[in-house]
Nanobody, 121 residues
Framework: QVQLVESGGGSVQAGGSLRLSCEAS????????MGWYRQAPGKEREKVAS???????EYGYFAKGRFIISRDNAKNTVYLQMNSLKPEDTAVYYC???????????????WGQGTQVTVSS
């Protein structure tokens, strides 16, 4: 069973930065996409950013210009650099890995356990 382990969360003041890490227990080349989602209390989970295997990146509207998703293939790790943090960025941040399936493998998605990010004003 593939595991994703997030780290790097914590508390920071508005305007500060944090870098989240997501380490996979196997090569991230095995997945079509790696991404970050977040869920604030009382709200639905929303996509923060994704990185496709070909290198294409996608960002939620609130993340554009502030957050950067990247990867280190040798470390099987995906990062989320978060800058200019705002109190509304407070949430649990989850890493995920998507396999879109093949003729012989069903599609599946794996989630990490989440890491708390708290931004104070």
């Amino acid at each position: 069973q593939v595991q994703l382990v997030e780290s790097g969360g914590g508390s920071v003041q508005a305007g500060g930065s944090l870098r989240l890490s997501c380490e996979a227990s196997e090569s991230i080349f095995n997945f079509n996409a790696m991404g970050w989602y977040r869920q604030a209390p009382g709200k639905e989970r929303e996509k923060v950013a994704s990185l496709l295997s070909g290198g294409v990146t996608e960002y939620g509207y609130f993340a554009k210009g502030r957050f950067i998703i990247s990867r280190d293939n040798a470390k099987n790790t995906v990062y989320l650099q978060m800058n200019s943090l705002k109190p509304e960025d407070t949430a649990v941040y989850y890493c995920n890995a998507e396999h879109w399936g093949t003729p012989t493998i069903d599609e599946y998605t794996i989630w990490g356990q989440g890491t708390q990010v708290t931004v104070s004003s």
